[in-house]
């Protein structure tokens, strides 16, 4: 493995293979196996001597190394801060390279925040608190702004891994709840990304539409988000059917909010379709000429032990009074319910008459 990590470093910087570059220097794609000390010590030699780009290049490669060590130590916390000092020499790197090194950027701030991830699991099993993931966004912002300021064409350009780099960030929002750090990153996308979005790549484009599609969501804006979630499934691909099923069900759920009722063909495969009279429901509500339903006007609608109570409590002398001290009768305010009125009480039945099973129990006291 030594042996040929150098001159497959140097063969792709020479012909600028991002793509080879990128999975050389991935920690899951790449050869990293069984490697320690003493066999990085060697290929980081191996690196220092080859013919690179500049001392900038082989920093890059040589934290990645670094990185892989600690990472198969089972050091995930050293593996972070090896990764950040790569991220370092890779805002300096853009500052020269062209676009195909977009490559090596996406595959470099995906492993960034993996790697923030799994340390902030570490501490935390340790009993510590989560900060590695919040750190990282710091650096991918950096890169982010790199990108979005190369002064050239958008194909074949730096700006290409833009919006991956915006999906990222995304990501450790969402994760971490800072849902309104997300809104600066969105306008200077609509600033400066917005006449090229439909020439990013469509899973880049459908990732992008479904995070700004739930940030509308949470904010109230679900006509908004409707749109963004239904543009998000269409660009979808219709053979993964967990990934359409989920753009689906959200794009269904946001038009339910938005008085806007789902298709036949939709509910049945989200399981919404306990939802379907949600859209009429909300739109008769919000109507300005909508009515009420009328209530009903029959008394055997309610349960027979209810009508056994009100009717044993309109009879005993304390709901009589309770009555007579209120302005208005029950009749008046619960036209819907039809009390009977009142039967007189015999003159052999005690002044007391114990509650029902469903009145609130009373005592003398109370009386």
């Known amino acids: 493995m030594e042996k040929e990590f150098a001159p497959r470093i140097q063969r792709a910087f020479a012909r600028n293979d991002g793509p080879g570059l990128a999975e050389a220097l991935s920690l899951t794609m790449g050869d990293w196996d069984g490697i320690d000390g003493r066999t990085a010590g060697k290929m980081k030699r191996a690196i220092s001597r080859a013919n690179l780009p500049s001392e900038v290049h082989a920093e890059l490669v040589c934290s990645v190394v670094d990185a892989a060590v600690a990472r198969s130590a089972g050091d995930p916390v050293a593996s972070y801060e090896e990764l950040v000092k790569a991220h370092s020499a ?56 790199a990108l979005i300021n190369a002064r050239e064409a958008f194909k074949g350009s730096r700006k290409e891994g833009a919006l991956f780099v915006v999906n990222q960030l995304f990501f450790a929002y969402f994760k971490l709840n800072l849902l309104l750090n997300c809104k600066g990153v969105i306008r200077s996308v609509e600033t400066r990304l917005a006449k090229v979005m439909t020439k990013f790549r469509i899973s880049q484009q459908v990732t992008y539409k479904y995070f700004t599609g739930r940030l509308a969501l949470f904010d109230g804006k679900y006509e908004e988000a409707s749109n963004l ?94 009555a007579k001290s209120t302005p208005s009768s029950p009749q008046t305010r619960f036209p819907s319910r039809a009390l009977p009125p009142p039967s007189p009480l015999p003159a052999s039945q005690p002044t007391t008459q114990r509650p029902s099973a469903c009145s609130p129990t009373l005592s003398t006291r109370d009386t």
């Open 229 to 322: 979630l239904g543009e998000a499934f269409d660009l979808c691909d219709r053979t993964p059917a967990g990934t359409s099923l989920a753009f689906w069900s959200s794009s269904s759920r946001s038009g339910c909010f938005s008085a806007r009722r789902p298709s036949r063909r939709s509910l049945p495969l989200t399981a919404l379709t306990s939802l379907s009279t949600l859209p009429t429901a909300l739109s008769r509500a919000t109507s300005p000429s909508s009515t009420p339903p009328s209530p009903p006007t029959s008394a055997t609608t309610l349960p027979k032990a209810c009508t056994s109570c009100s009717s044993s409590s309109a009879s005993s002398p304390i709901a009589t009074s309770s």
């Open 90 to 145: 890779l805002h300096k790197i853009l500052r020269s390279e062209k676009g195909w090194i977009v490559p090596v950027v996406e595959m470099m701030c995906a492993q960034l925040r993996r790697g923030a991830m799994a340390a902030d699991e570490a501490v935390v099993a340790g009993g510590g608190m989560e900060q590695y993931l919040g750190q990282c966004t710091e650096p991918l912002r950096k890169i982010f702004a």
